[in-house]
């Protein structure tokens, strides 16, 4: 029994990581989904949280008011935390087909990321599918980077308020996305045809590579249809962040142009 609850006690230690700054942090607050255990805030901070609307969540979760040193001691001196930190739970994970049934039924736009590890890139990736509406993330677990606070802060409120969920089988993954009508589409810098060549469907999913790789040729043998964006001849390729940014804006058009 001992050695049980030490291996409970371990995966719930896993689990636990620091949210900071102030929208990072009110976005993780009022996440349904978001299990919180203590808020460290500033004076100033708290004074700012309480102009903030929808925050009912604060009378039931714990606050401690903290010099700023004390939140740079927990968390770090050379972070931007704005005053303010919340010790939160990863969210709990779904299934791809729990993750779906939580989808519109006829109108999704859905971004697969394969082996991302870059917490930057994948925070600033959240960002971008907020900015443009993408309506869910899937990540692959075997050589992705883990929710952390760091994917929280880039994401600048995105990783609480895209949903998401992580899959062990690529392929099963992307059979049950096909079943469901998803049409899979795989951003290749050596594909034929040009993202603003293509009438994306109503149920759409578009899939990244990693930043190292790019696209897995397991992972393009499974994609529908393999689509570039154009850019100079001067550089040989888009960061992945910026790659997923423009892609979301001509997805985002898609969604302007069914709602003619």
Request: proline share 1%.
């Amino acid at each position: 029994m001992k050695n049980k609850s030490k291996k409970v006690a371990k995966r719930q230690q896993n689990s636990i990581f620091w949210v900071y700054g102030y929208h990072a942090t009110v976005a993780a607050l009022k996440n349904p989904n978001r299990r919180k255990n203590e808020l460290l805030l500033t004076a100033d901070a708290q004074k700012r949280m309480a102009q903030e609307k929808g925050l009912d969540i604060l009378n039931k979760v714990k606050q401690k008011i903290l010099m700023r040193t004390e939140i740079d001691n927990l968390i770090g001196k050379n972070i931007n935390h704005q005053g303010i930190c919340l010790s939160v739970e990863k969210i709990q994970k779904k299934t791809i087909k729990e993750f779906l049934s939580d989808q519109d039924k006829n109108n999704s736009t859905l971004v697969f990321l394969d082996q991302l590890e870059d917490s930057q890139n994948v925070g600033a990736i959240f960002r971008s599918a907020l900015a443009f509406n993408i309506d869910g993330i899937i990540l692959t677990e075997n050589q992705s980077v883990n929710e952390n606070g760091f994917i929280a802060k880039s994401a600048c409120g995105g990783l609480d308020k895209v949903p998401f969920t992580y899959i062990n089988n690529l392929s099963s993954a992307i059979k049950t996305l096909k079943d469901n009508g998803y049409w899979v589409y795989g951003l290749d810098g050596k594909a034929n045809k040009l993202i603003s060549e293509i009438d994306f469907p109503n149920k759409t999913v578009l899939v990244l590579g990693s930043e190292s790789d790019g696209m897995r040729k397991i992972t393009s043998s499974f994609c529908d249809e393999l689509i570039k964006i154009k850019i100079s001849d001067k550089l040989e390729s888009l960061n992945v962040s910026n790659t997923a940014a423009v892609a979301f804006y001509h997805l985002s058009n898609k969604d302007l142009q069914s709602s003619h």
